[in-house]
DNA sequence: ATTACGCTTAACCATTGGGTTATATATTAG
DNA sequence: CTAATATATAACCCAATGGTTAAGCGTAAT
């Protein structure tokens, strides 16, 4: 019943992040190199490397070596199933929160905003 | 030019784990207590206690005290948030993605799928 | 009053994570 | 050929994470 999913572990997990995230919102302005996404981020490039390692393995991002540099860009249908993830249950946790509202308004108790 | 959102470190760190996102998943059929979640799960009563105080702090879960149990609810107001923040972004990746495939498309090169 | 129950906290341990500097490897430039 | 550049890997440090068992605390049951 405990059901495993590493790739949602991964995903979610390389999310947490806000180095990661920095530079995922980089890649929406398009294609980058390892250099240049490093720059704006005040940690050395070998951090960097480990990053975008995590973002690689979580599927977020692709790599295309040329020549000495490294493009990288987004890879968007990994994050799909996160996304999956969260509105398959957001659907349930929204009825089970306004259900709980409801009710508190009802019986006129302390009415969250 | 680093954005820190701490909030959002705390929900996606929250939902790396699937002891947790497991937990989520019990209470998308209702409220329930610390006992009857950690039920299903083979680790001890405390690791599930500590499970719980990670989704509190990220906002996920609200804990009301009746007697000696506490009941649990889902609190979906937390994960809009990260919800929001991967639209936002899933948007221009997915554009991104779309021009690089219609390119290699175009170009004859090793079309993916 | 005593015992049982539901849960948290404390103390500990092993693993992982994120950072560093130093070194290695491959490619381009001179 | 040599030097510079782009990036990765290695070795290390420290803090955070996830697990455990043992103890504590308030509430309920007897």
């Known amino acids: 019943m405990v059901k495993r999913n590493e790739q949602l572990d ?3 997990g390389a ?12 890649l929406s302005h398009g294609e980058s190199t390892v250099g240049t ?6 940690v050395s490039q070998p951090a960097i490397s480990r990053h975008l390692r995590v973002l690689e393995r979580a599927g977020l991002i692709r790599r295309e070596r040329k020549g000495r540099e490294h493009h ?11 996304q999956d993830w969260i ?4 659907r349930f946790w929204k ?5 709980v509202d409801d009710y508190l308004t009802k019986h ?3 009415r969250k905003k």
Chains 1, 2 share one sequence.
């Open 95 to 99: 009825r089970q929160f306004d259900a």
């Open 37 to 42: 996404l490093a720059a704006p981020h005040n």
């Open 15 to 26: 999310l947490a992040d806000p180095t990661r995230r920095g530079i995922l919102e980089q």
């Open 10 to 12: 991964r995903v979610f």
């Open 108 to 110: 006129g108790k302390k």
């Open 72 to 82: 990288i860009r987004v890879d968007p249908s990994s994050v799909e199933e996160a």
């Open 87 to 90: 509105a398959h249950y957001a």
